[in-house]
């Protein structure tokens, strides 16, 4: 039937008609957030008691003002040894598919902590990679080779954004991202509740696990053994229910045999073998992972720029929050115990799943990706300036209300600074010059991302230490993480108001 055309008729109204979303694949996709509980489940479970960890093992001596260097140290590792395997990983995810390479960073990340767990004994189970110490810090080295071989195993987060693609289109990224904070802010909420918890458990509770001789012996075993056990059945999980999202993956001996053939006729297969990012055209040029050179494209370092940056500002405040709450008040911090801690932190984790989940695919509907990063990598400025004023206010009245209320300020700052998280996962997507080179893009931006996550809790911790050691250098820190920030802010100034388009 044909449509009457008249003079107030709209011209526009059939291209401004915005897609209807489509519905989400539900069953893979809550396979994919259940799996993605697993790393921040192990990598927050220590922030409660990793100052106390450092205090137990006496590599500061008693000094207090040292505390910070290890755990940053202790933070950093992990991110120093991904940043070395993630891209691998993630190519090689490209070729042989994302399930094999996922069971692999599952079994890793159990592994990991139940060395974690057992460093004074199990030294021979894990990787002797990572920071090398001298003898005097041998306690604290079975520690650091447990990260080590945490991050070396561990390509996962890659590889699920991979997917997460793969099995959404360009109506229902957004709401598919909104949920990814759900599973990262459960992880985040259980992990320092089970860390703060369960920690020295023969000690906090004496009835129960008194007589425990194997739980003094091992005070943080108890809390590790928890998400490591959780992580064993995430791999059962994956193994049985997860379907393979990669069209055309070869197994592992086919891509083996590939990569030898090509290095007998020493590369001359691959230059004919790199597309740019107007050639791919046919169907088949699409779903081709390309060459790690073709992928270094502006675009895709902006993006991958723009995550780390924005990274490098979470890490750092999680580096240096619990370790400002812990410290005495009398040295610049707040003088809470682990439990508490833990309870500030998990608060934090609930709030900002529901934020997000309610609330993300609206704001970007409405004021775009680029313009809700900007305000995401801004809120740190406010954070930064609330710590000094909470040990101003516990200094002159105590714990009092005016604490929590800018303890509250801080929560809000930090659900706000992870709204960037989403957005810059749409970026990072429509960045991939096609869709079989997702893995490798994300893979590029991780290995940014861990670079920076290596250095920045390291970096803020230490100038944590310096500013409480030192009284002149109070705000040295602040200086430090507002600095970090101005830099995210000028970095978020060069992506686009529109996503780039293949």
Known sequence: MAHTVHEETPLLHAQQQ????????WRQF????????????TSQLISPFA???????GVTNGDETKVGVYVGLLHSLFFATQALTVLHWSRVSDHIGRKPVLLTGLFGLSLSMYCFGLSKTFVGLVLRSGILFGSHLYPFKTYMNSRSLNGALNGNVGVMKSMMVEITDETNLAQAYAFMPLAWSSGGTLGPLIGGFLSRPADRFPNVFGNVEFLREYPY??????????????????????????????????????????????????????????SVTSEDDENKPLPLRALLIPRVLIAAG??????????????????????????????????????ILAVYGVLNGLFQIFFFANLHDRFGSKAIFTVAVSSGIP????????????RAHGLNWAVWCMIGVQIICSMLL?????????????????????????????????????IGPASATSMFSLSIKTPAHAWFVYY???????????????????????
């Open 418 to 454: 992870n709204l960037g998280y989403a957005c810059i996962f749409i970026y990072i997507a429509a960045a991939s010059p096609n869709r079989g080179s997702l893995g490798a893009t994300n893979g590029i931006a991780q290995m940014l991302v861990s670079i920076m996550r290596s």
């Open 18 to 25: 915005k897609r209807q979303r489509t519905p989400l694949p």
């Open 221 to 278: 075993f108890l809390a590790c053994a928890v998400p490591a056990t959780f992580t064993a059945i995430a791999w059962i999980v994956t193994f049985l229910f997860l379907k393979e999202t990669l069209p055309n993956s070869v197994s592992l001996r086919q891509l083996i045999r590939s990569k030898i053939r090509r290095w007998r006729f020493h590369g001359k297969d691959n230059q004919s073998e790199l597309p740019t990012e107007t």
């Open 51 to 57: 100052p106390q960890l450092i205090r137990d093992i």
């Open 480 to 502: 430090f993480l507002l600095l970090i920030v101005f830099i995210a802010i000028g970095t978020s100034l060069l992506l686009p108001r529109k996503l780039w388009k293949n």
């Open 383 to 394: 954070f930064i300036l609330t710590c000094p004023l909470i040990n101003a206010l516990a």
């Open 30 to 41: 809550t396979i994919i957030l259940f799996l993605q509980l697993a790393e921040p489940l």
């Open 306 to 343: 723009n995550y780390a940056a924005l990274s490098t500002i979470e890490i750092a405040f999680r580096g240096v929050q619990p370790l400002f709450y812990a410290t005495p008040i009398e040295l610049g911090g707040l003088g809470l115990d682990p439990p508490q801690i833990g309870n």
